[in-house]
């Protein structure tokens, strides 16, 4: 299968901690990414690979995998971090395609 | 610094084309993958295909297979898409993106365009 599962919608108190999933056959073999996405802009990077952040991207963001499932964690999660949350992978048919996650939407409470 | 810049929004009837473009700099044109991904209205990221500058070698999305065709023109650091026999639901803001590992796909985006908006309307 080539297709990323997301929750539609997650919430967090402020300054909890909150896991956003990822679930594919395609992360058994390859990391995902993970992108943020606020209204009206590009998607930013905010996790690659086993768990790298890009430069300035802040250390609350860690992500993780286990199995077919991917997970981008955020501890202390603030106000500004309200949005829209994308995972990404290759595809598993070794065809070097990319795929998509249905996107998660962040409410920050 | 790192920078995509992408053409104007476009408005097109069913069954023309459209050519976005994504002119780089900041960086060896060359080197990098860049790949295009679309947003419809009020829905998620879709990925659409990559190209490999240096080359020019590409790869599609099965379900833009026969519809869309990306070029580059490493003269003046711009790759290109263009989508063919355009619909209403093609309706959308297309991205390019930028791979983030020198010469390889590994699917991991780190700079991106501002966003074309294509709208499919008679």
């Known amino acids: 299968s080539s297709e990323l599962t997301q929750d539609p919608a997650v919430s967090v108190a402020l300054g909890q901690t909150v896991r956003i999933t990822c679930q594919g056959d395609s992360l058994r073999s390859y990391y995902a990414s993970w992108y943020q996405q606020k209204p009206g802009q590009a998607p930013v990077l905010v996790i690659y690979?086993?768990?790298n952040r890009p430069s300035g991207i802040p250390d609350r963001f860690s992500g993780s995998s286990s199995g077919n499932t991917a997970s981008l964690t955020i501890t202390g999660a603030q106000a500004e971090d309200e949005a829209d949350y994308y995972c990404?992978?290759?595809?598993?048919?070794?065809?070097?395609?990319?795929?998509f996650g249905g996107g998660t939407k962040l409410t920050v409470l | 610094q790192v920078q995509l810049v992408q053409s104007g929004a476009e408005v097109k009837k069913p069954g023309a084309s459209v050519k976005v473009s994504c002119k780089a700099s900041?960086?060896?044109?060359?080197?990098?993958?860049m790949h295009w991904v679309r947003q419809a209205p009020g829905q998620g990221l879709e990925w659409m295909g990559w190209i490999n500058p240096n080359s020019g070698g590409t790869n599609y999305a099965q379900k833009f297979q026969g519809r869309v065709t990306m070029t580059r023109d490493t003269s003046i650091s711009t790759a290109y898409m263009e989508l063919s026999r355009l619909r209403s639901d093609d309706t959308a803001v297309y991205y390019c993106?930028?791979?983030?590992?020198?010469?390889?796909?590994?699917?991991?985006?780190?700079?991106w365009g501002q966003g074309t908006l294509v709208t499919v309307s008679s």
């Open positions: 900041g960086y060896t044109f060359t080197g990098y993958y």
């Open positions: 993106a930028r791979d983030l590992t020198a010469m390889v796909t590994s699917f991991y985006f780190d700079y």
């Open positions: 690979g086993k768990n």
């Open positions: 990404n992978s290759r595809d598993s048919s070794g065809n070097h395609l990319g795929v």
